[in-house]
């Protein structure tokens, strides 16, 4: 059973830092690219970052360029997102996603809230 479970949301003050966390388990990780997502209320669900197979390559929404890194560690099935100086606007529910062909899987999601 394919599990993609975040962690590390919270409150984070507007020009803070946050770090996510995406554990994966059941899925041969290394072969799944892996990405983020946020949907913050009344809103679609928007593509935050992506990051290759093997971790080389990633891509990030214009938005969050400079800001925000996401990194993969193959050997114990964990991905990243980095937030640094987000701001009010991208307070939202961040969900790690694993894609591979006609394979898909979602987490949960982690809640940022990003308030003074």
């Known amino acids: 059973q394919v599990q993609l479970v975040e962690s590390g949301g919270g409150l984070v003050q507007p020009g803070g830092s946050l770090r996510l966390f995406c554990a994966a388990s059941g899925l041969t990780f290394s072969s799944y690219a892996m990405s983020w997502y946020r949907q913050a209320p009344g809103k679609e669900r928007e593509l935050v970052a992506a990051i290759s197979r093997a971790g080389s390559s990633t891509s990030y929404a214009d938005s969050v360029k400079g800001r925000f890194t996401s990194s993969r560690v193959i050997a114990t099935n964990m991905v990243y997102l980095q937030m640094n100086s987000p701001n009010p606007e991208e307070t939202a529910v961040y969900y790690c996603?694993?894609?591979?062909?006609?394979?898909?899987?979602w987490g949960q999601g982690t809640q940022v809230t990003v308030s003074s």
């Open positions: 996603g694993a894609k591979a062909g006609l394979y898909d899987y």
